[in-house]
């Protein structure tokens, strides 16, 4: 049987990076995704998402990058109201990243990288906090023994790890997330995708690599996760590139670097597991089992 379709969009807002965190541009960079996501819903028709018998199955999904909104959307204020209206309004499912919090066992705060999925109510419907951190980007590895480091890094992040893999729900959809580095590791996607995801989105800020080779080489790596997994990708970068990754690598949209920009399309929302989300790297042990015994391997003479 044919696989349900869903329309989706990736927004590329093109922050500047000594903008995005500043306070006096909050707004106007909440404008600036609310506008492309406009935009975007435009391209969608009225099913958003269907299955072969024309039935809608789910709202059409837009994507935003990571940490899109520069605040605690979990905090009650006039910009987490913005950003629930864009669903409610535009009748969307939204995807986005953004900084949140939690207090441990011993109430202290601890920090997240993470990703809310609201639905076309501008309801909450889950969230996913990022679990391969970036060391001295995102967190000190090693504990006591490197903080010392940190008078020397003082931008070093001071954040949490997430602890599951799930898929964040929302109606038919499982979206498999992975935040910036997490996209390449296999295992990452591998691990969602046996938890039930039916197409992978990554939410990445590439701004740091500047007009380098670096955001090609990083794109390039959920072409891999798409291969793998045989999973639809959607791609939204902050300054690029965006993109959109069927499940044979092919790429159907693609954006340009630090352009304002919005990508469309439409994707199947798959099941069904590959050889190597079923075996992980088994490929890998046999191939080195396999070296290890050929030294050993000796042909018995005949005898005359």
Same mark, same amino acid.
Request: charge should be neutral; proline fraction near 6%; aromatic fraction near 12%.
């Given at each position: &049987?044919?696989?349900?379709?869903? %329309?989706? %969009? ?13 306070? *006096? !541009? ?6 600036t ?11 969608? &028709? ?9 039935v809608?199955?789910? /709202?059409?999904?837009?994507?935003? #990058?990571?940490?899109?909104?520069? !605040? ?18 535009? &009748?969307?499912?939204?995807? !986005? @990243?953004?900084p ?5 066992? %011993? ?14 109510? @501008? ?13 001295? @980007? ?10 010392? *480091?940190?008078?020397? $890094?003082p931008?070093? @992040? ?6 599951? /893999?799930? #898929?964040l729900?929302?109606? &038919? ?9 997490? /996209? $390449? ?28 080779? %670096? ?21 939204a ?20 670097? !630090?352009?304002?920009?919005? $990508? ?30 050929? #030294? ?7 005898e005359?």
């Amino acid at each position: &049987d044919r696989l349900p379709e869903l %329309a989706v %969009a990736a927004i590329q807002g093109a922050i500047p990076q000594d903008r995005k965190w500043d306070p *006096a !541009f909050q707004v106007s960079t909440l404008n600036t995704y609310a506008g492309l996501s406009s935009k975007a819903a435009e391209g969608f &028709d009225d099913s958003g998402a269907s299955s072969d018998n024309g039935v809608k199955v789910s /709202s059409g999904l837009v994507v935003w #990058p990571e940490t899109a909104t520069p !605040f605690y959307f979990q905090v009650p204020s006039p910009l987490s109201k913005k950003v629930r209206s864009v669903a409610r309004d535009l &009748d969307i499912v939204l995807l !986005f @990243g953004s900084p949140a919090y939690r207090f441990n066992g %011993a109430g202290k705060a601890e920090y997240l990288n993470s990703v809310y999925v609201l639905d076309s109510d @501008g309801a909450v419907a889950g969230r996913y906090d990022k679990r391969h951190l970036v060391p001295f @980007g995102e967190y000190l590895p090693w504990g006591w023994v490197t903080s010392w *480091a940190r008078d020397l $890094i003082p931008a070093v @992040g001071q954040f949490s790890a997430g602890i599951t /893999s799930r #898929p964040l729900s929302c109606g &038919d959809l499982r979206i498999g997330v992975l935040i910036c580095f997490e /996209s $390449i590791f296999p295992s990452l996607s591998r691990e969602t995708v046996l938890e039930g995801a039916n197409f992978l989105a990554v939410l990445t800020n590439d701004a740091w690599f500047g007009r380098t080779g %670096a955001p090609y080489q990083h794109e390039i790596m959920s072409v891999f996760r798409a291969v793998e997994t045989r999973r639809w990708v959607v791609r939204a970068a902050n300054t690029g590139i965006s993109s959109l990754i069927g499940p044979c690598g092919v790429r159907t949209a693609k954006t340009s670097l !630090f352009e304002p920009d919005h $990508i469309e399309g439409r994707i199947h929302l798959r099941k069904g597991h590959t050889f190597y989300v079923k075996y992980g790297e088994i490929w890998l042990l046999l191939f080195c089992l396999f070296w290890a015994v050929v #030294p050993f391997w000796r042909k018995v003479p005949k005898e005359v």
